[in-house]
């Protein structure tokens, strides 16, 4: 039976695009929402879940941090994509036939110096790739979108420029979670271990529990607060950490922290991708 890996969004999306450089052995299964593809695995729709968490131009994805305690499942890896942007449009179409492009909100300011050398106006759209799928599905002749090659490649359409955005730095952080941890799995780039906690109501209480992981020597790449369940003193913290839970360092660092906490939880341990090199 093939195996599935759920995301966000339509064919030929970024997040697309990250199943099927992480897992192209897999069936890409396209949902409508972040709970869409977390409730696909639940309910064993989907094997996997590809699932973006940061980006390097705006940051944490909305609510994610928040819904992965609440999902119920485990991160088993994490991927990067480097967001470039295609202009697309119908067949036979030319560069100078657009009056406008369609794309999601986030991608036209990041192409505005290429519209702007070609006087094509940006149209906000809910989704990229499903830009492309409408003006594909409509033929419409004088309408482009930024989108993905794989959203030009899914829907039939020609790419007219490549790699139009401003910047070369853009890339997504996703994260594969599975119903199940993996604790076993090493990397050989190492490993990461991603976890979530809240602090006991003392003085100097995340200072303290912070100190562990300095003096262990336990590197720590991320380290957020949010709120959870409305209330301004029940603040929540998401961490990620190089290692894995069975390293020395890293046992006395969570010991430490679980002194200073009221809930620790591990979301997952996982094996560090290079390109975060």
Do not use: W
Request: glycine fraction near 6%; charge should be negative; include cysteine.
């Amino acid at each position: 039976m093939t195996q599935r890996i759920a995301f966000q969004g339509e064919l030929g999306a970024y997040s697309h695009e990250a199943c099927r450089d992480a897992r192209p052995d897999m069936e890409a299964l396209p949902c409508n929402s972040f709970e869409d593809v977390i409730e696909a695995v639940r309910s064993k729709k989907a094997d996997l879940a590809m699932l973006p968490v940061e980006n390097t131009t705006y940051g944490r994805v909305a609510d994610i941090h928040r819904m992965l305690p609440e999902s119920g499942l485990r991160i088993v890896d994490e991927a990067f994509v480097r967001v470039h942007i295609s202009l697309m449009a119908m067949p036979g179409v030319q560069i100078e036939d657009l009056d406008l492009v369609r794309a999601h909100p986030v991608l036209i300011p990041q192409a505005a110096d290429f519209l702007n050398r070609y006087g094509i106006k940006g149209e906000a759209a809910a989704d990229s790739a499903g830009a492309a799928a409408e003006i594909a599905a409509n033929r419409e002749m004088t309408v482009g979108a930024l989108a993905s090659d794989l959203a030009a490649e899914t829907n039939g359409l020609h790419i007219l420029a490549r790699h139009i955005e401003d910047h070369a730095h853009n890339t997504t952080r996703f994260l594969i979670m599975s119903r199940d941890a993996d604790h076993a799995k090493r990397g050989d780039h190492g490993m990461m271990t991603t976890f979530v906690f809240q602090v006991r109501n003392i003085p100097s209480a995340l200072y303290k529990a912070m100190g562990g992981f300095a003096t262990n020597g336990v590197n720590m790449t991320k380290l957020e607060s949010y709120m959870v369940g409305g209330s301004f003193s029940a603040t929540q913290f998401y961490a990620d950490i190089e290692g894995h839970p069975d390293d020395p360092a890293v046992q006395r660092a969570m010991e430490e922290l679980d002194y200073f906490t009221d809930m620790l939880e591990i979301l997952g341990t996982y094996p560090r991708d290079p390109r975060r090199d």
